[in-house]
């Protein structure tokens, strides 16, 4: 699209309002609004972008060096559908640059630098990477975290959930109880209205993502008894879907204000039910060719090209925990019992591997359809960074010729631990600092995020980290107080 095209978008549309749009290191969608003149009336911010305050951004410059450059993509132009009239809006994200006129990147930018070199090396070696995402997240009534409900056993007339005999720390639900109907924990996979009433929801974000060019595949309720949902859409390069996820979430929650509820993409929210993860199925492509796919092989159609990249995801597992399960409360999911995928191995239809080959069609028709899903990632990560990350990985395997080893095809979860020593079935880590940890000696994933970023978010979690050990929690008083 040039700028001609993407000025025609914007007028046909009615936008008077630009949203700029970039991502911190955090993965905080952040932006700043500008009349559409500025992009209608001369090229200026197409051709030089716009200056802001870069010290004012989590792990972009100190304040001696503050001035940045945002620099908008002709190619990423999202209009709002719930925005009308004469403040309908628009998003357009861009990348972060120096000053000066600089036309590369800014080290500090996770889109522009981490996430576009981590495509262009795979570009080098002849690779078109396609990623799509399965974004799970909570929709809930209301959330104060000032008064979160604690009981030992929560009442539904409390509007906290289904009575069941636990200790929970959990905001009032979306759904739970309706009518006199009841989801029990765990037991929300694909139900029906009126025990689902997150439905209506759902439909309403589907068809505003549809009008915003997304392919929506499906939506449902998930696992969790308290208002967990999903909506599918289609893959596509790698770049475009780390924007479309970040427009998803912006989209997720001004539909659910719309509707007087909250949507939040926090992992775990409700203690003892299932989590939120944001599994990530990639595939490289060359000349239009799925190069994952062989017809050949009778284990799961995989090719030895992607059995290498499977071994270097697997090689760098433990340190792609810290950029994909990037919060303290992500170490709450990656628990056994809650389908999180803890155990490092790869396997065919297996939802306890780290990594699953689906395998619901097969045969050269379906050659395209061959890709491998990363389940260890949870809707909290940045995506650029992840992606960056992800790929590197995968490309280090590649490149070095990395074995993954035998695929499991059992139920991990099922094993002792003592079996799964003897199968050198390997556990991801277990909290945020043993991550971080596992990341700080990786030299692979620091050349993919670069110095600066991979420095900033290692400080930034470790700080993160030490304020939770300071943080006495309200289990913590029940479990101790008498002692």
């Known amino acids: 699209m040039d700028i001609g095209q993407a000025r025609e978008l914007l007028k046909k549309n009615g936008v008077r309002w630009i949203l700029n749009a970039f991502t911190d290191v955090r993965g905080i969608f952040q932006s700043f609004s500008s009349p559409i003149e500025n992009y209608l009336e001369n090229d200026r911010y197409f051709e030089t972008g716009i200056g802001f305050d870069g010290s004012s951004i989590r792990g972009f410059k100190s304040i001696e060096n503050s001035d940045m450059i945002f620099f908008p993509d002709k190619e990423a132009i999202y209009i709002l559908p719930w ?130 060019g997304y392919t929506v595949e ?14 599918n859409f289609s893959y596509a390069d790698m770049l475009k879907t780390a924007d479309r996820i970040q427009v998803y979430k ?107 080959i689906p395998v619901y069609l097969k045969g050269p028709k379906y050659a395209k359809r061959r890709r491998i899903e990363y389940r260890g990632i949870d809707p909290s990560a940045n995506p650029y960074l992840a992606f960056a990350a ?32 003897d199968l050198n079935i390997d556990q991801l880590p277990t909290t945020l600092r043993d991550a971080i940890q596992e990341l700080s000696t990786d030299q692979v994933l620091k050349e993919a995020l670069g110095s600066h970023i991979f420095d900033t978010f290692i400080d930034y979690k470790t700080n993160e980290w030490n304020q939770y050990c300071l943080y006495v929690t309200p289990w913590e008083i029940m479990k101790y107080l008498d002692y």
């Open 83 to 212: 925005t009308e009239g004469k403040h309908k809006t628009a998003v357009i994200i861009g990348d972060i640059r120096e000053p000066y006129g600089s036309t590369e990147s800014s080290d500090v930018d996770p889109r522009g630098y981490a996430a576009r070199r981590a495509v262009e090396k795979a570009k080098a070696m002849g690779f078109t990477p396609y990623f799509g995402p399965e974004i799970e997240f909570f929709v809930f009534n209301s959330i104060d975290p000032s008064r979160l409900t604690y009981d030992l056993y929560v009442s539904p007339a409390g509007g906290s959930g289904d009575s069941w005999g636990a200790p929970r720390i959990m905001p009032k639900s979306q759904d739970c109880t309706l009518g006199g109907y009841m989801i029990r924990p765990k037991e929300a996979y694909f139900r029906n209205p009126p025990e689902d009433s997150t439905t209506e929801y759902r439909n309403q974000l589907s068809d505003v993502l549809i009008e915003m």
């Open 218 to 231: 499906m939506h449902h309720h998930e696992v969790a008894t308290n208002g967990q949902v999903e909506i």
């Open 250 to 356: 912006l989209a997720a929650r001004n539909i659910a204000k719309e509707a007087g509820l909250i949507a939040t993409f926090m992992p775990k929210p409700i203690m003892l039910d299932n989590a939120s993860g944001m599994h990530i199925h990639m595939s490289l492509f060359t000349g239009g060719n799925n190069i994952f796919y062989d017809q050949d092989d009778d284990y799961a159609e995989l090719s030895q090209t992607c059995r290498y990249y499977i071994g270097g995801l697997l090689e760098h597992a433990k340190a792609l925990t810290a950029i994909c399960a990037p919060t303290v409360n992500s170490y709450k999911r990656l628990v056994p019992g809650f389908e999180a995928p803890i155990n490092v191995l790869y396997s065919k239809r297996n939802r306890s591997a780290l990594i699953r």
């Open 390 to 421: 992800l790929l590197s990985a995968g490309l280090d395997g590649i490149k070095k010729k990395i074995d993954p080893g035998m695929s499991r095809d059992v139920d991990v979860y099922e094993l002792s631990a003592k079996e799964k020593k």
